[in-house]
């Protein structure tokens, strides 16, 4: 039947790309037919083809990740990478490219690049745009759009990207005739690039809330549906009907443009950082939806949406089936784990180790001062300074990136534990200045930045744990947390897990942020390192966290954009974490028991980001559910 999909569910993408057959995906697929056509005039290119036969091949937010990673998507140390530990980088995506345009032949592949290339190592903070397009380039991406971070540095960090690149890039809905450096380069909405002799429109799109999230001046966004009904229309009248929407706003809004734009074929998304999966996951990332995810529309066409995760960890790959009239009748695939079974293609790995050599000499560069010592010797047994300095730089970050409806931030909170911290910092024999060196020794694990959502009760708890092995006056465990956005009083004479006598903690939808009794029953924003996040130092309490977020920065960049926005940074003790009982303080409060305030934060359901992934399958409109004989039909329908 013409414009109906019949969808393979057999997976036939070749095994080294670890990619395996779920039986999920064979339900899925019975539930992806999509009947009608949509009826307007065929295109001869279309005819004459007798349809496309197309790979594709999609990432998004790579945020800067050039080398290989550790697990969670901060650098890979020595060992990790002899263990076969690492994942992703420029190189095993290269190797994927490569592979696929050798096996299906380059004019049948079709490579993608979803937005966010800036950001999250110290390769963007020392490079900027110069790294991103030329990676971007040696890609040979056949179109781009741009991700809200790609705005972080205003219009004069974009312009030199935009002006390096030599691959199509495309934007639908940013409206950039006010600002003229950016206006005079024409960003088009659209590209249309030719694959085995057809025609296929590709339509970019941010998210409306880069206006907020970062500094795009006199840039403004509007609607992406609306922007792209009218770029898809004005496609569908030049007679291009296979059009794919390319952008960067997130899971969410992504299966809203393939329920509501009529002429769209595909949504390849970015933004949330989604991974999406068929079947058994790969490693240890937990699918928020099927791959593709089916969407239904009023006509009952059904539109497939993909997006491949974050970091270069995953590359998606679809094998796509259009028939004559431009309508998608089969498709297979899912995103292809990028770990040590994947090469690192040569070429590539050459490029990265020019840059990375470059990266050795430029961290010696001053990137900030400071006029007293950075102490991190004592931050496994007490408030130290530089403790509170990294602590302080998680919050920013995120301030910085993530501005919500109501308050100054989501997350007013950080706990640092003090094992991060390797190094102080004593910059008085060179004239009080910083270096990148100097803050990649203090934190050398990079790990990446995890925004958690906790109830009050578990924040309580991981104060509790902070001390739960404390012994007074000695270095301990790295357990110990330095904080930002609380105060804590302990009593070490106390049995462990009855040693936190009071504990405030700062508001965050307020206009002038200040402090209150912890509410054990209210939700908490709270940054902390993916090491915690993943329960270490003995934090499991952590672990179990649904609205967790993965961050775009690394600890070590998150503390090097503090040192650089300042300039100059004097961090003092203040009192954040005090004892009695232990010697070290006679002006703690006396209380004895957990306080209850009835002017504390009173939500018990964690605040929602609009580009914050769900942590369990998301059901959309068009997978409603179905009587079991018809799906059981369905299902033997298309394996006989």
Request: hydrophobic letters at 40%; one cysteine or more.
């Given at each position: ?285 937990v699918p928020v939806g099927l791959y593709p995810t089916w969407v239904e529309q009023t ?342």
């Open positions: 039947m013409v414009g109906k999909i019949k969808t393979r569910c057999l997976q036939t993408v070749n095994k080294k790309d670890n990619i395996k057959t779920p039986l999920v995906l064979l339900l899925a697929c019975a539930l992806g037919a999509a009947p009608a056509a949509r009826g307007s005039p065929v295109p001869a290119h279309l005819v004459e083809a007798g349809g496309l036969s197309l790979t594709l091949l999609h990432v998004n937010d790579m945020h800067a990740r050039y080398e290989q990673t550790n697990a969670l998507s901060g650098s890979c140390s020595d060992n990790d990478a002899k263990a076969g530990r690492c994942y992703g980088g420029q190189a095993r995506v290269a190797t994927v490219a490569k592979k696929t345009r050798a096996e299906d032949g380059k004019d049948n592949v079709l490579f993608l690049n979803a937005g966010d290339m800036y950001q999250g190592t110290v390769y963007y903070s020392v490079f900027k745009s110069t790294i991103s397009a030329e990676f971007i380039n040696l890609m040979e991406y056949d179109a781009i759009t741009l991700g809200n971070h790609e705005f972080d540095d205003k219009s004069v960090g974009l312009v030199p990207y935009v002006k390096a690149l030599k691959v199509p890039l495309v934007v639908a809905n940013a409206d950039f005739s006010k600002q003229t450096n950016l206006a005079e380069l024409n960003i088009p909405r659209s590209v249309v690039v030719t694959k085995g002799g057809v025609q296929i429109g590709i339509i970019g799109y941010i998210t409306p809330e880069t206006t907020f999230l970062s500094s795009p001046e006199s840039v403004t966004f509007s609607d992406e549906v609306e922007a792209i009904k009218k770029e898809a229309a004005a496609l569908k009248a030049q007679g291009v009907h296979i059009i794919i929407g390319l952008g960067h706003s997130g899971y969410e809004e992504d299966k809203v443009i393939a329920k509501e734009v009529p002429d769209i074929d595909l949504v390849v998304g970015g933004h949330s950082h989604s991974f999406l999966y068929s079947g058994t996951p790969p490693d240890s990332d006509s009952g066409r059904r539109v497939p949406v993909v997006q491949a995760y974050a970091f270069t960890k995953y590359i998606g790959k679809l094998k796509l089936q259009f028939n004559a009239e431009g309508e998608l009748t089969d498709l297979s695939g899912g995103p292809i784990l990028l770990n040590k079974d994947i090469e690192e293609d040569p070429d590539t790995l050459a490029e990265v180790q020019k840059w990375k050599d470059q990266l050795d000499q430029k961290v010696l560069q001053p990137i900030g001062r400071t006029t007293v010592l950075l102490d991190g010797s004592t931050c496994r047994r007490q408030e130290c300074n530089l403790g509170n300095l990294v602590a302080d730089a998680f919050v920013y970050s995120r301030a910085k990136n993530k501005r919500p409806a109501t308050g100054w931030t989501d997350a007013p909170v950080a706990l640092v534990n003090g094992g991060s911290i390797r190094e102080s910092i004593d910059a008085s024999s060179v004239g009080g200045e910083i270096t990148l060196k100097d803050v990649m020794e203090t934190m050398p694990f990079d790990n990446l930045e995890v925004l958690l959502r906790l109830r009050g009760s578990v924040l309580w708890e991981a104060l509790e744990h902070s001390v739960s092995e404390y012994i007074p006056g000695n270095a301990w465990k790295g357990a110990f947390l330095q904080l930002s956005g609380v105060r804590v009083t302990y009593d070490i004479s106390k049995p462990a897990g009855q040693r936190v006598v009071r504990a405030d903690v700062r508001c965050a939808e307020c206009t002038i942020p200040t402090y209150s009794p912890l509410d054990r029953d209210a939700i908490y924003g709270v940054v902390v390192s993916g090491f915690l996040a993943g329960g270490g130092d003995g934090f499991t309490m952590l672990t179990n966290n649904e609205g967790a977020e993965t961050l775009e920065n690394t600890d070590a960049v998150a503390v090097e954009e503090y040192i650089t926005k300042r300039g100059l940074v004097y961090p003092g003790v203040e009192n954040r974490i005090v004892f009695v009982d232990a010697g070290t303080s006679t002006s703690a409060p006396t209380s004895t028991s957990a306080p209850t305030s009835t002017s504390a934060p009173t939500s018990t359901a964690a605040p929602t980001s609009p580009s914050t992934p769900s942590s369990t399958p998301a059901a959309s409109s068009s997978e409603s559910a179905r009587p079991v004989a018809l799906l059981l039909a369905t299902v033997l329908l298309l394996l006989f």
